[in-house]
């Protein structure tokens, strides 16, 4: 029987949500009594006390956990942020079980409704997780990769997700993706969240044997451990490939200047917020802020069509599109005025050529502090694609001008003079409404 500290026990506040952050700060030492308060404990207390316990490589904690992931789909959000060994050896033997089940099959073979769903639950628990086991399950996928991929999910499946393809769900960030593109990124997030340097030197082992996406998770251990300069010299010949240049790119998609540090950052997001709320996400910096030369290198030829589709896990307003601006604009260093005015034109000439200007331009615009934003907003609410509303032109006028009161309450009248000529279509463009948004407006 387990020998048990009373005292830390005793210590923990008698309820609530300080009984739950109590719970949360224990650590390696109080191992014992987190097992138990996992046994024992109900809600929030219960589950402070499980994921602290994941934390931790605790021998005597293998048989809770292998009988908690009988049932992946209840442990995700306890597991899925956690880089315990003990628990990467258990859910690896999990996955490989999974994964050897459906090499069984025949190519193209259905996936029934409960497969698709311990599949994502086993895939959200991944990042992270190093341990040999953990390796080989990438291993396994690496080598199977095309077999793996060439799964479909069955008419249940397709009733209750909508879509009869091969792509699945991952997480909030990595959505509608082949299991080929899935597996890869999971290893890139995997490095961000702990930088362990197992699973860099397994994306370098990868990329060796296999090459193709595997070239991501390597390029996102580049950023993390090592000089610009030499980054871009070694991985900027691969943006130039037209095959390589995706797997680039969608290691950019995870990058995001912070204009509160000066620096570029990761931003990498995991899980799902409505699904048993999984979501986290991670802001490691990177070794040196982006080379500036990779600035110039995708903010050339304006004319040319650009990827899209891309990866794309740092946010910044509005729905994460994966379009190759997306990204390009999340790079800019903000606190770079050169940089920005050369990219300025870029992005004058991208939105002039784009029919459903959103607000990805004239969010970039603003950002970089282009004057003349009247005339990207009007263009914006022309546009038929963008359906816009009274709302939606009160809110642009608040989020990207950097214009006093009485200037944004005159562009807001000059709308509705053009609405009222018929000039501009904006619906729920109503005077009492018009006259209420242009009071908000003047505060």
Not at 230 to 244: C, G, H, L, R
Not at 292 to 297: D, K, M
């Amino acid at each position: 029987m387990t020998d048990y500290n009373q005292p830390v026990f005793d210590a923990l506040p008698p309820k609530g949500s300080s009984r739950e952050k109590a719970i949360s700060e224990l650590g390696a030492k109080e191992a014992p009594e987190l097992l138990h308060l996992a046994s024992t404990e109900r809600g929030k207390s219960k589950l402070a006390a499980q994921r602290a316990l994941a934390k931790i490589d605790y021998e005597p904690a293998t048989a809770y956990w292998k009988k908690l992931l009988k049932s992946p789909q209840k442990c995700e959000k306890i597991l899925n942020h956690t880089f315990s060994n003990t628990v990467s050896d258990l859910l690896a033997d999990r996955l490989l079980a999974f994964l050897q089940t459906f090499l069984e099959k025949k190519p193209g073979s259905k996936i029934s409704w409960e497969e698709h769903e311990t599949l994502l639950a086993l895939l959200g628990m991944m990042p992270g997780k190093a341990s040999e086991k953990m390796c080989e399950v990438y291993e396994l996928a690496a080598e199977h990769i095309q077999k793996v991929s060439s799964f479909k999910r069955d008419s249940e499946v397709l009733k209750l997700t909508h879509r009869d393809t091969s792509s699945f769900d991952i997480s909030d960030t990595l959505e509608g993706m082949t299991l080929e593109q899935a597996f890869p990124m999971i290893l890139a997030g995997s490095v961000l969240m702990d930088g362990d340097i197992r699973l860099q030197a397994l994306a370098c082992k990868l990329y060796e044997q296999y090459g193709g996406a595997w070239l991501s998770p390597v390029f996102a251990s580049a950023l993390l451990t090592k000089p610009a300069g030499d980054v871009f010299e070694a991985f900027s010949p691969y943006y130039k490939d037209p095959v390589a240049q995706c797997f680039i790119l969608n290691v950019l998609g995870t990058v995001k200047f912070d204009p509160k540090q000066n620096r570029h950052t990761f931003l990498f997001g995991w899980g799902h917020m409505l699904r048993d709320d999984t979501y986290f996400s991670l802001k490691p910096l990177l070794f040196e802020d982006l080379d500036v030369r990779w600035i110039e290198l995708l903010a050339a030829d304006p004319e040319k069509k650009k990827l899209s589709g891309l990866i794309k896990t740092s946010y910044y307003v509005g729905r994460v599109t994966g379009e190759f601006d997306d990204v390009l604009g999340d790079l800019l260093p903000l606190n770079n005025k050169i940089c920005c005015q050369k990219v300025q034109s870029y992005f004058l000439k991208r939105a002039i050529l784009d029919d459903g200007i959103g607000a990805t331009y004239v969010g970039i615009l603003y950002r970089i502090g282009y004057e003349d934003v009247e005339s990207i907003l009007i263009k914006k609410w022309s546009q038929k694609e963008n359906a816009t509303s009274i709302w939606n032109v009160s809110s642009d006028l608040q989020s990207f001008t950097h214009w006093p009161a009485q200037k944004r309450a005159a562009l807001f009248e000059q709308v509705g003079q053009l609405v009222q000529e018929q000039k501009l279509k904006i619906s729920y463009w109503k005077p009492d409404t018009a006259e209420d948004l242009k009071n908000k407006l003047l505060k």
